[in-house]
């Protein structure tokens, strides 16, 4: 069956310092893979999408892999601050039609 | 910047009772979706809406749900004799779906209603 992995452990981490967060998937051909954003009782926000064919991709402070033969991406939040704390969550289409499927998450938290 | 709306934020229900939930998508986007999120759990995908039909729908999507667009802004989800299990954080989404580029596909989520079935 298809599955999402996020660590569903909180990621604690000094401010100014990088967060790394790993989402794996399993019997997933995506075409490309997003990044999301949730605060606590707010929807999920968009932050990155990236391709199969594209190994990297940035904005401002954030970084995603996607490593499809691993079949996994990374987020990379650099130089990380105290608003950065929120849950991230990774999103693949699949199965045909415009669904996206969500992973579980992982909660971020940035401390002074 | 465009925004996906929700009405009502919280709604408190009795069970068996039926609640209809109410979201303004962005205006220009050709796909709505409604997803569920118990407290402490995923996001979950309910169903996907494109050109007046659902285009696709989960197994949480049975009987006891519907989905309608009835006028040119609005998509409601209907839940029919509501459950304690129903409780939950609904959220509506809507994406452009025009053509193949992958941002077809990025998802606009609204605030949410929070359902709470007593």
């Known amino acids: 069956s298809q599955k999402i992995e996020q660590n569903s452990e909180a990621l604690n981490i000094q401010e100014g310092k990088t967060a790394t967060l790993t989402c794996n998937y399993t019997?997933?051909?995506?075409?490309?893979l997003q990044w999301y954003r949730q605060d606590p009782g707010r929807g999920p926000v968009f932050l990155l999408l990236?391709?199969?064919?594209?190994k990297e991709k940035r904005k401002e402070r954030l970084k995603v892999t996607f490593d499809t033969t691993l079949k996994q991406s990374l987020f990379h939040i650099t130089a990380s601050q105290p608003a950065d704390s929120a849950t991230y969550l990774c999103?693949?289409?699949?199965?045909?039609?415009?669904?996206?499927?969500f992973g579980t998450g992982t909660q971020l938290k940035v401390e002074l | 910047e465009p925004e996906v709306t929700q009405t009502p934020s919280h709604q408190v229900t009795q069970m068996g009772q039926e609640v209809i939930l109410r979201c303004v998508p962005i205006?220009?986007?050709?796909?709505f979706y409604w997803y569920r999120q118990i407290l402490g759990q995923k996001v979950e995908f309910l169903v996907s809406?494109?050109?007046?039909?659902?285009?696709?729908k989960s197994e949480i999507f049975d009987d006891q749900f519907s989905v309608e667009r009835p006028d040119g802004s609005n998509f409601t989800l209907k839940i029919r004799s509501t459950k304690l299990e129903d409780s939950a954080m609904y959220f509506c989404?809507?994406?452009?779906?025009?053509?193949?580029?992958?941002?077809?596909?990025?998802?606009?989520f609204g605030a949410g209603s929070r359902l709470t079935v007593l």
């Open positions: 989404a809507s994406s452009p779906g025009t053509g193949g580029s992958p941002g077809a596909n990025v998802l606009t």
């Open positions: 019997n997933y051909s995506p075409a490309y």
């Open positions: 990236i391709r199969e064919n594209e």
């Open positions: 999103a693949l289409e699949g199965g045909g039609g415009n669904k996206l499927t």
């Open positions: 205006s220009n986007h050709l796909y």
């Open positions: 809406f494109y050109n007046n039909e659902i285009s696709e």
